[in-house]
T-cell receptor, first 116, second 111 residues
């Protein structure tokens, strides 16, 4: 079964709009980390935002914020005042402990297009 | 800044060839990973390593092997390349309990 699920393969919004990307995950652990990564057309994967599961407060980085619902195992990314440079593939990732080592498991990705 | 460098951005190899993909990181990270990225499937973990000479299979290890002789270098080996291994390959490294840093990716085409 897929550990991390992104149900929106593609999304498209107008510049300056707000967009929310969804992500759900499956785990029986109590302490873990969640991430959103961005992969622009140039291909370099870069971190957007991270969330520690033990923190109740939702993480925020400038125009990017998350809605972390631990009980529902949901971790959505909100992009406010979207910009053309936000056009990219976005991946949700979950870090879990397997065989004594931490592994990052990714969702299928959401292709986001910001239109002028 | 952390730097993760993959030796090639584009590679074209013939079926049956032995292929080496190299990855080097400069931040003394314990953990290193190889993923392949395919449309609609996201990133799938091939192998990872949490120390020198240590390796663990990921979700899709068949047809691949890895080598980590030095902490900064993690190599992915395709013993006998096949057309279904045509893909984008991403290397990543991270310290414990931190985010992963990625290389620029290698687009491998097997013909």
């Amino acid at each position: 079964a897929q550990t991390v699920t992104q149900s929106q393969p593609e999304m498209s919004v107008q510049e300056a709009e707000t967009v929310t990307l969804s992500c759900t995950y499956d785990t029986s652990e109590n302490n873990y980390y969640l991430f959103w990564y961005k992969q622009p057309p140039s291909r370099q994967m870069i971190l957007v935002i991270r969330q520690e599961a033990y923190k109740q407060q939702n993480a925020t980085e400038n125009r990017f914020s998350v809605n972390f619902q631990k009980a529902a195992k949901s971790f959505s990314l909100k992009i406010s005042d979207s910009q053309l440079g936000d056009t990219a593939m976005y991946f949700c990732a979950f870090m879990k402990l397997i065989q004594g080592a931490q592994k990052l498991v990714f969702g299928q990705g959401t292709r986001l297009t910001i239109n002028p | 800044d952390v730097k993760v460098t993959q030796s090639s951005r584009y590679l074209v190899k013939r079926t049956g060839e032995k292929v080496f993909l190299e990855c080097v990181q400069d931040m003394d990270h314990e953990n290193m990973f190889w993923y392949r990225q395919d449309p609609g499937l996201g990133l799938r973990l091939i192998y990872f390593s949490y120390d020198v000479k240590m390796k663990e299979k990921g979700d899709i290890p068949e047809g691949y092997s890895v080598s980590r002789e030095k902490k900064e270098r993690f190599s992915l080996i395709l013993e006998s390349a096949s057309t279904n291994q045509t893909s984008m390959y991403l290397c990543a490294s991270r310290a414990v309990n931190t985010e992963a840093f990625f290389g620029q990716g290698t687009r491998l085409t097997v013909v």
